[in-house]
């Protein structure tokens, strides 16, 4: 069976989704919600296949290419849809879900993502992904670990992020309107690249509480950058800090502000021609949406509290802050004993 016939053999009862459940699907990695244009589509990833199967799409009309009396009206935890299967090849069928008097991002993702959860389990990765055509689309889906997310509102991408607030991944591919509050589950996420981050890249230099934050077409003040650093040093904040880099429009801006942040701290410096850019932390890459920032001035801060070493770096538009490993240390160390 497809996994779109298993999703439907467990609408069949709660016995059948309880059956369904103790199989252990242990072939499936992820579970991903992408929306385009006025469609989601609910895909799963299967270890040692490359391209991933789709379970369904869901959209708000019916399918002209499906006769009316092959719709099913169904429910899905309560949330009343239409399903039918269409034929696409001799082997392969694909399962619309259509629904009847709802937006994409209401109740209907989230009856699925439970529905998916109660028979494949929780253990899955689940990610979601929007896109420039999907209408503002956002669900406030639970247990997200990864998210790909085209422009929207602050207000709304914090409901999203209330509900799963422990991302592993966050990429914002475009602008953001409003800001975040303080307590956001954003400043959880591990791993953190916003494009055009604008005012809230601010926002996330006090608040981030991840491991890397890249931050594009951001806009920070001196005293902003200053505080960050300071509370690094003192270890009150900042304690999973790997990396933070962020880049302004205005190409000599700390090329004229690292003067004066300069004099609130204890520089000290090795060369950085021994040491290879990319060894400060471990360089992580996830579709392609990662970048790390080399090292440049071989200048560096110590915490005080541990003797840990960071090197900054303010050269033209970039402020780049990398938590150096172990290794690194050591032979900063050595080079400046």
Same mark, same amino acid.
């Given at each position: 069976?497809?996994?779109?016939?298993?999703?439907?053999?467990?609408?069949?009862?709660? /016995?059948?989704?309880?059956?369904?459940?103790?199989?252990?699907? @242990?072939?499936? %990695?992820?579970?991903?919600?992408?929306?385009?244009?006025?469609?989601?589509?609910?895909?799963? *990833?299967? &270890?040692?296949?490359?391209?991933?199967?789709?379970?369904?799409?869901?959209?708000?009309?019916?399918?002209?290419?499906?006769?009316?009396?092959?719709?099913?009206?169904?429910?899905?935890?309560?949330? *009343?849809?239409?399903?039918?299967?269409?034929?696409?090849?001799? %082997?392969? &069928?694909?399962?619309?879900?259509?629904?009847?008097?709802?937006?994409?991002?209401?109740?209907?993702? *989230? #009856?699925?993502? /439970?529905?998916?959860?109660?028979?494949?389990?929780?253990?899955?990765?689940?990610?979601?992904?929007?896109?420039?055509?999907?209408?503002?689309?956002?669900?406030?889906?639970?247990?997200?670990?990864?998210?790909?997310?085209?422009?929207?509102?602050?207000?709304?991408?914090? *409901?999203?992020?209330?509900?799963?607030?422990?991302?592993?991944?966050?990429?914002?591919?475009?602008?953001?309107?409003?800001?975040?509050?303080?307590?956001?589950?954003?400043?959880?996420? @591990?791993?953190? %690249?916003?494009?055009?981050?604008?005012?809230? #890249?601010?926002?996330?230099?006090?608040?981030? @509480?991840?491991?890397?934050?890249?931050?594009?077409?951001?806009?920070?003040?001196?005293?902003?950058?200053?505080?960050?650093?300071? /509370?690094?040093?003192?270890?009150?904040?900042?304690?999973?800090?790997?990396?933070?880099?962020?880049?302004?429009?205005?190409?000599?801006?700390?090329?004229? #502000?690292?003067?004066?942040?300069?004099?609130?701290?204890?520089?000290?410096?090795?060369?950085?021609?021994?040491?290879?850019?990319?060894?400060?932390?471990?360089?992580?890459?996830?579709?392609?949406?990662?970048?790390?920032?080399?090292?440049?001035?071989?200048?560096?801060?110590?915490?005080?509290?541990?003797?840990?070493?960071?090197?900054?770096?303010?050269?033209?538009?970039?402020?780049?802050?990398?938590?150096?490993?172990? @290794?690194?240390?050591?032979?900063?160390?050595?080079?400046?004993?």
């Amino acid at each position: 069976m497809s996994i779109s016939e298993v999703f439907l053999l467990s609408l069949c009862s709660s /016995k059948t989704t309880d059956f369904i459940h103790r199989i252990r699907w @242990k072939e499936l %990695k992820s579970i991903r919600f992408s929306f385009v244009g006025s469609i989601l589509y609910v895909t799963c *990833e299967i &270890k040692n296949v490359i391209e991933n199967e789709d379970i369904f799409e869901i959209r708000r009309t019916y399918q002209p290419r499906l006769p009316m009396h092959k719709w099913t009206i169904s429910t899905i935890l309560g949330v *009343e849809t239409c399903i039918g299967f269409i034929k696409v090849s001799k %082997k392969l &069928k694909q399962l619309y879900v259509c629904l009847l008097n709802e937006t994409l991002d209401g109740p209907i993702a *989230e #009856a699925i993502q /439970k529905q998916i959860e109660l028979i494949f389990g929780n253990h899955l990765k689940y990610e979601l992904r929007t896109h420039d055509t999907s209408e503002g689309f956002l669900p406030k889906l639970t247990n997200i670990r990864n998210s790909i997310l085209s422009p929207n509102e602050a207000k709304r991408l914090d *409901e999203m992020f209330s509900a799963s607030p422990n991302h592993d991944l966050v990429v914002m591919l475009g602008p953001i309107g409003g800001r975040f509050p303080s307590n956001s589950g954003i400043y959880n996420t @591990k791993l953190l %690249k916003i494009g055009k981050s604008g005012s809230i #890249a601010d926002d996330v230099l006090y608040h981030f @509480k991840g491991k890397r934050a890249h931050l594009l077409e951001g806009i920070v003040s001196q005293k902003s950058i200053i505080h960050f650093i300071q /509370k690094w040093i003192s270890n009150e904040r900042f304690h999973n800090l790997e990396m933070f880099s962020v880049k302004v429009p205005d190409p000599n801006f700390f090329e004229n #502000a690292k003067d004066e942040i300069k004099k609130h701290f204890a520089f000290h410096r090795f060369d950085p021609k021994e040491i290879p850019a990319f060894r400060c932390c471990e360089n992580f890459v996830t579709n392609g949406y990662w970048e790390h920032p080399p090292l440049v001035s071989g200048e560096y801060v110590v915490r005080d509290s541990d003797g840990s070493l960071a090197s900054v770096d303010l050269y033209n538009n970039i402020f780049s802050f990398v938590v150096l490993n172990s @290794k690194v240390v050591n032979q900063v160390r050595t080079n400046i004993g």
